[in-house]
C-alpha cells in the first residue's frame, strides 16, 4: 500500500476528511495527520476515487477536498514521516460532531461487559496484573497518582534501547530515570502512558466525565524498552522485558503497541515469545499503520495481531491487514490521558494507531481472565490452551465489518460482551501453534 503526501489548504485536515468520506460513502479514508496541513493517504483511497469517478472527477475531488498538491511516497519514506511527526499538532479529531469520548468502549461493547461485575469499578482483579512494553509511563490521576496508584510501581524496569529518537548517537531524554518511567522528553515519550490509559485507566474527576479504560484499574507492571515505537533496533531489549514480565505473579497478559519490519526479527526475540506461549501469557500486538503489512512481532503465529476500525464500525483505512490479523479493534479518534512536556496531567482526543486497539484487546483479555478466573486452570492443563482459548473465542466473537474484504480485518470488530459470554472452547479443538 503506497502513500501519498498531501499539502493542504487553509482549511485542513477536517475539510479534507469530510470531502472524501462524501465521495466514499461507508468507506474509512484513511488520512493520517502529520500537521495542521500536510496527511499521509494511502493508494487505495486514490485508486477508490478513481474507479468511481474516472481521472479527471478524481483529481477534482482532491482539489475540492484542499488539496493544493500530492506525491506518491516509497513506503519507507512514508513511515519515516509518521514516525517523526509531532503527535501534539496534529488536529483533535475525537471531538468532531456526533462522536462521544467514548466512542470505542461502546463499539467493542465494554460497557456491557463490565455490568456483568456490577459496573466497571466493582472488577475483583484479585492477583490479576498486565504487563506493558513500552515507552514507559507517568503519574497520572488517570492510574490512581498520586494517592494509590494501579502501576506496580516497585516491579516497574527500565530496559533502554538507544536508536530511533537519538541524536549523534545520544539517545533524546535517554533512558529516563529508570523504574519502567518515562523521559518525556523525545518525540513519542507519552505513548506508553497514552496506550496504559486506555487499556486500564480510570480517573473520576476527568473533565467533563469520569475517564474509564477498557478493563479499570486492572494492575499494570510497565518496562520501558525505548525513545520510539519502531524498535527493530531494540529486539533484545524487547526479549529481556518479555523474560522479565513472565517472572511476575499473576501476570496474564503483555501489551506490545510497538514493532518493526518483520524480515529483521531475531531468534532472541523468537525464543521470548515462545517462553510467553509456553507459560499461557497472551501477548497482543498491534498490527502496524500506515504500511499495508502486519509489523513484527504481531505477524507472528503465537501473538495476538490487532488491526484498526473506526467510528462506524469500519476498516480503519490506515490500518496494516492481511492475513496475520486476528481481528481489529478502534484505533482512530481516540479519547486517552496524556502528560504535556511541562509535566502538567491532562486529557485529549484524536490519538490513533493500532496502538490503541492492541490496548483495548489487552484490556479485553484482563477482563476474560478476571471472569473465568476459577474455570481456567481446572480446564486447559496445558499453559498455551488459555492462549488459544482466549484467540479463540475472541475471533469466534468479533462482529464482522461492511466493506471488509477476507483474509484483510480478521474476523472483525471485537466484541468484549459477546467474548465474556461464549463457553470456553473445549481443550481437544485446540491446536499448538508452531514455534516463531
Not at 492510574?143 to 534501547?161: L, Q, S, Y
Not at 490509559?197 to 473533565?207: K, Y
Request: proline letters at 8%; a neutral charge.
Amino acid at each position: 500500500m503506497a502513500q501519498h503526501l498531501l499539502d493542504l489548504g487553509d482549511d485542513g485536515i477536517a475539510a479534507a476528511r469530510a470531502q472524501l468520506e462524501h465521495y466514499l460513502p461507508g468507506l474509512d479514508p484513511g488520512l493520517v495527520p502529520l500537521s495542521a496541513q500536510t496527511a499521509l493517504l494511502p493508494d487505495t483511497t486514490l485508486l477508490a476515487l478513481q474507479r468511481s469517478y474516472g481521472l479527471r472527477a478524481a483529481a477534482d475531488i482532491l482539489q475540492r477536498a484542499g488539496v493544493r498538491q500530492h506525491r506518491a511516497l516509497p513506503d519507507i519514506e512514508a513511515l519515516d514521516l509518521l514516525l517523526a511527526r509531532d503527535a501534539a499538532a496534529a488536529p483533535d479529531r475525537a471531538l468532531r460532531a456526533g462522536v462521544a469520548r467514548d466512542w470505542h468502549l461502546t463499539a467493542v461493547k465494554a460497557q456491557d461487559a463490565w455490568a456483568r461485575w456490577g459496573g466497571p469499578l466493582a472488577i475483583d482483579w484479585a492477583d490479576l496484573r498486565v504487563g506493558q512494553i513500552d515507552t514507559g509511563y507517568l503519574p497520572h490521576p488517570v492510574f490512581g497518582f498520586p494517592a494509590a496508584p494501579w502501576i506496580d510501581v516497585p516491579a516497574g524496569r527500565t530496559f533502554f534501547a538507544s536508536g530511533p529518537g537519538t541524536d549523534d548517537g545520544a539517545a533524546v531524554g535517554g533512558s529516563g530515570p529508570g523504574g519502567g518511567v518515562d523521559a518525556n522528553q523525545a518525540a513519542y515519550d507519552g505513548h506508553g502512558t497514552r496506550v496504559a490509559s486506555v487499556i486500564c485507566g480510570h480517573d473520576p474527576g476527568a473533565p467533563p466525565a469520569p475517564f474509564f479504560g477498557v478493563a479499570p484499574r486492572v494492575p499494570l507492571v510497565p518496562v520501558r524498552i525505548a525513545n520510539h515505537v519502531f524498535i527493530s533496533h531494540a529486539q533484545r531489549e524487547l526479549a529481556r522485558a518479555l523474560h522479565y514480565l513472565l517472572q511476575q505473579p499473576g501476570l496474564g497478559v503483555i501489551n506490545l503497541s510497538m514493532g518493526f519490519l518483520p524480515r529483521t526479527q531475531m531468534g532472541v526475540l523468537d525464543r521470548a515469545i515462545d517462553a510467553a506461549y509456553e507459560a499461557g501469557v497472551i501477548v497482543v500486538c498491534a498490527a502496524g499503520q500506515p504500511l499495508a503489512s502486519v509489523i513484527a512481532p504481531a505477524h507472528g503465529r503465537r501473538t495476538v495481531a490487532v488491526a484498526g476500525s473506526t467510528v462506524g464500525g469500519i476498516p480503519w483505512g490506515s490500518s496494516a491487514h492481511g492475513t496475520a490479523v486476528d481481528w481489529a479493534a478502534p484505533a482512530d479518534a481516540i479519547y486517552r490521558a496524556e502528560v504535556r512536556r511541562d509535566g502538567s496531567a491532562a486529557y485529549a482526543g484524536g490519538g490513533d494507531g493500532t496502538s490503541y486497539a492492541a490496548a483495548i484487546t489487552t484490556g479485553a483479555a484482563a477482563l476474560w481472565l478476571a471472569h473465568h478466573r476459577n474455570a481456567l486452570p481446572a480446564r486447559y492443563l496445558q499453559p498455551w490452551q488459555r492462549v488459544e482459548a482466549f484467540i479463540a473465542t475472541a475471533g469466534a466473537t468479533a462482529r464482522a465489518m461492511p466493506h471488509q474484504q477476507p483474509g484483510s480485518f480478521g474476523s472483525g470488530i471485537l466484541d468484549i460482551d459477546a467474548l465474556l459470554a461464549a463457553p470456553l472452547p473445549d481443550p481437544a479443538t485446540l491446536r499448538k501453534q508452531a514455534r516463531a
